[in-house]
T-cell receptor, first 112, second 113 residues
Framework: DTGVSQDPRHKITKRGQNVTFRCDPISEHNRLYWYRQTLGQGPEFLTYFQNEAQLEKSRLLSDRFSAERPKGSFSTLEIQRTEQGDSAMYLC??????????FGPGTRLLVL | AQSVTQLGSHVSVSEGALVLLRCNYSSSVPPYLFWYVQYPNQGLQLLLKYTSAATLVKGINGFEAEFKKSETSFHLTKPSAHMSDAAEYFCAVSDQVNSKLTFGKGITLSVRP
């Protein structure tokens, strides 16, 4: 069990550029979650997958955001046409059941 | 809808003193409740969880929390603070069907020598 990993750990981009983040969950965890955490706030739910199926998306996930988990293993989160308001820490978590989400270290995005 | 309230944003205690971090929740269904800790520039680590078994839950690093349904509370305590406990602490709630977490705003714990 190597834990949840995320790549990159840090990303600086210019407004209007597209960015993609990757999350590798704990092996055989069937649930994968994405959260966004802004400075001074708790994480906010964005979306989650059970295997390859995306089962729920938050209203926070605008049309510029898309997430995939093509083979039920790793997941990607893409933000198109980034805005300064997208600057945040993007956290991924995985779960092997209904409880115990294990979090990755996060990807910190800064949009200039 | 579920929600979590963590009053105050910062708590400061002396090393060796009692730690008490408050959490109140709102849920229309029996909740699962969690406390997570976050160290700077790191992800969240689960401290403890309540899943409708014992109301007094013991976690890692000497922390414990008590579920009080009548008060809709799940306060986190530790009898004696250590310098290494300085971090940000988040309380979270989920329902029993869809386990997405709803977090509070977090509390920063400082420990004075």
């Amino acid at each position: 069990d190597t834990g949840v990993s995320q790549d990159p750990r840090h990303k600086i981009t210019k407004r209007g550029q597209n960015v993609t983040f990757r999350c590798d969950p704990i092996s055989e965890h069937n649930r994968l979650y994405w959260y966004r955490q802004t400075l001074g706030q708790g994480p906010e739910f964005l979306t989650y997958f059970q295997n390859e199926a995306q089962l729920e998306k938050s209203r926070l996930l605008s049309d510029r955001f898309s997430a995939e988990r093509p083979k039920g293993s790793f997941s990607t989160l893409e933000i198109q046409r980034t805005e300064q308001g997208d600057s945040a820490m993007y956290l991924c978590a995985s779960s092997g059941g209904l409880v115990d989400q294990y979090f990755g270290p996060g990807t910190r995005l800064l949009v200039l | 809808a579920q929600s979590v309230t963590q009053l105050g944003s910062h708590v400061s205690v002396s090393e060796g003193a009692l730690v008490l971090l408050r959490c109140n929740y709102s849920s229309s269904v029996p909740p699962y409740l969690f406390w997570y800790v976050q160290y700077p520039n790191q992800g969240l680590q689960l401290l403890l969880k309540y899943t409708s078994a014992a109301t007094l839950v013991k976690g890692i690093n000497g922390f414990e929390a008590e579920f009080k349904k009548s008060e809709t509370s799940f306060h986190l305590t530790k009898p004696s603070a250590h310098m290494s406990d300085a971090a940000e602490y988040f309380c979270a709630v989920s329902d029993q069907v869809n386990s997405k977490l709803t977090f509070g705003k977090g509390i920063t714990l400082s420990v004075r020598p």
